[in-house]
């Protein structure tokens, strides 16, 4: 099985920059698709970044410009750059996994504990 453990997430000022790093186990992570989601309280989740295991890449129109999904295959590890954060941004971050591409889609196989990411 795949298991994914976030990282990364604090509290930060309106306009800085955090990266979020999502650490995967199992042997067939690199053959899966990444993604990243977020949950405000009261409201569902939503789709962030998702990232394919060839590399296609898409983002919610919300944070395109500002937040870069990328993956490190030898590592194991997702990443999630966010700059020019905005309070909007503030959520709970998930990190997912799955054998086939999903976009962001919320029906993902595999899902890290989540990351607080609070801007003020």
């Known amino acids: 099985h795949v298991q994914l453990v976030e990282s990364g997430g604090g509290s930060v000022q309106a306009g800085g920059s955090l990266r979020l790093s999502c650490a995967a186990s199992?042997?067939?992570?690199?053959?899966?698709?990444m993604a990243w989601f977020r949950q405000a309280p009261g409201k569902e989740r939503e789709g962030v970044a998702a990232i394919s295991s060839w590399g296609n890449t898409t983002y919610a129109d919300s944070v395109k410009g500002r937040f870069t999904i990328s993956r490190d295959k030898a590592k194991n590890t997702l990443y999630l750059q966010m700059s020019s954060l905005r309070p909007e941004d503030s959520a709970v971050y998930y990190c997912a996994a799955d054998r086939f591409w999903l976009a962001l889609a919320p029906d993902w196989q595999y899902w890290g504990q989540g990351t607080q990411v609070t801007v003020s």
């Open positions: 199992g042997y067939t992570y690199n053959r899966n698709c």
